[in-house]
Every structure is written in C-alpha cells, then in structure tokens.
C-alpha cells in the first residue's frame, strides 16, 4: 500500500485531501497542530486503519517512521484573518516547515508537494496570471507574511529538486471554496454565507468592483492529484477561470438563500488587497488535461447546505 503523509490535514483542503487518498486505496499518515484546522474535519477517517494522525507543529521538527511515497505540504494559515493574526508561525511554517519536510522528503525518498498559492502574484500588473508572471509584492505590507512565506517555499522547493534531484511539484492554488471551510474564515464567500443565513447585510471591502475567481474544492483536489502524478515539476496554476467581482458575488449568494431583506454594506479596502484575480489555466489543460468541471451554480448550492448546518443562529 502506498504511503503518503499530508500536513494541515485538519484543513480545508488538508481534509478533502485525505479522503481523497483513502478512497484512491492509500495509508494516509495526517499531521496538524489545529491552529486553524479541525479534529471534525476528520473525526470520521480515525477509525479507518489506513489512516494514523499525529499532533504536530511542523516548524519544529517532523519524524514519520517507515517509508513514504509522497508528501503533501498544506500546512499553513490560509486567511487574511489568521495570517495577520498570527505572522510568525504563518512565516516558519512555510520556511522552517517547507525545510523539514523537504529533509524528510529527501531521507525516504519520497516525491513532495507543496501548496503554493495564487498570492505569490500579490496585487497583480498582469492579467490573467500566468505561470511565468513574477507578481507584484509588498514584502513588508500586512500580506507579506504570506505572500513572501509562499514565495520563499517555491524557491526552497525549486533549490532542492535542482541541487538534491529531488522529485517535488508545486501547485498555485486560486480561491477555493466548497464544505468544511470555517465560518470565521475572514474570506468572503464564508462570511457572504454566514451573514445571509444569519439575516446580516453582507460585508464587502472596497467598491466590491474588485474580482476573484472561485472554484469548487473537489475539482481542485482532483487538479491537485493530477499534477502530483504528473512529471512536470514547475509551478501550475491550479483555479478556475471564470472571473466574477464581489459585487457579483455577494448578489449570487443573496439570491441563493432568498432573504430580499438582505443589503450590501460597504467597508474601506484592506492595504495591498489584490484588484484582480483569474489564473491562466492554459497549461494545466496542456500538462494535466485538466480544467475545472462544477459550475458555480452547483458548487455554491453544496456550500450553502453544509454552512446552513454549520452556522449557528
């Protein structure tokens, strides 16, 4: 059986990964320290025994015991809300735990992924973002913390593939969405959510011109896969296209849950906040035959059901 070991496994995404190798037939080792992830994530995967958990801060110091695979790099705070928070773990975590990771990586053998993130381009001058574009970066603005820790664990992945030969990919990942995102989040489609359901005018920074594009979890998870059993090791863009501004948002998720009662209230724009988002997908398509497959219609249908559930009144 194939081993893998997946980090922020207690995530969002971490979890929706680890189902995801448990049901392709893997022994799944899962580590997070709960910062932000949670034990309800994947309370229903400890009983299975192909899967083991272990509490812990990779920043410190990581030990798997046996052989590994492949190792999947998630852990990190992902939301403006917990990096601005918390910047010092959010900046070791993608530096002295990339570094950890990639030694272990390097001892079992094993082919390593790291989630890198689509705020390596920071406020973007390109439009769409491709693969090749630098961005544009405040290093010492509030974001920094992120963008900068993101941007230093591509570089460090990229010195070990070229001067160990180590077998690594990394993965842009764009604005996601879907089940199993905290309602606290801070990003805008949980707190559109929590605040329809909850009778609240929905939040929205800036003029709300500014635009993102969403997609659904399960098709970046299967982009993901793809690309960690691909050969192609630069980054790729994972993300969907399909570009909306919050204004458009805010409106979607308004309608989805029926409340005509419900406004927008507008609030200044956060420093360096980016004014547009849309990957450039063209090789994933190319490399990965890969292109996402849920309609927004759909995905934010399944989101509004689990955050019904979710939110408390």
Known sequence: MKRVLITGAAGFL?????DRFIRDGYHVVAMDNFITGSPENIAHLFPLPNFEFYNCDVSKFVHVSGHLDYILHFASPASPIDYLKMPIQTLKVGSLGTHNLLGLAKA??????IASTSEVYGDPLVHPQKEDYWGNVNPIGPRGVYDEAKRFQEAITMAYHNFH???TRIVRIFNTYGPR???NDG??????????IKGENLTVFGDGSQTR??????DLIEGICRLLHSDYHLPVNIGNPEEITLNQCAGEVMQLVGNPQ?????HPLPKDDPKVRQPDITLAKKILDWSPTISRTEG????????????KP
Request: aromatic share 18%.
């Open 300 to 311: 934010f249908k399944k989101t509004y059901e689990y955050f019904l559930k979710a939110v």
């Open 181 to 183: 995102m905290r309602v």
């Open 262 to 266: 419900l406004k927008i209230e507008y």
């Open 108 to 113: 079992k053998n094993a082919r390593m992924l």
């Open 14 to 18: 971490g979890s929706h990964l680890c």
């Open 165 to 167: 030969r180590l077998e």
């Open 213 to 218: 594009s969403f997609c659904y979890v399960d």
């Open 187 to 196: 990003r805008a489609l949980p707190a559109f959510f929590s605040q329809a």
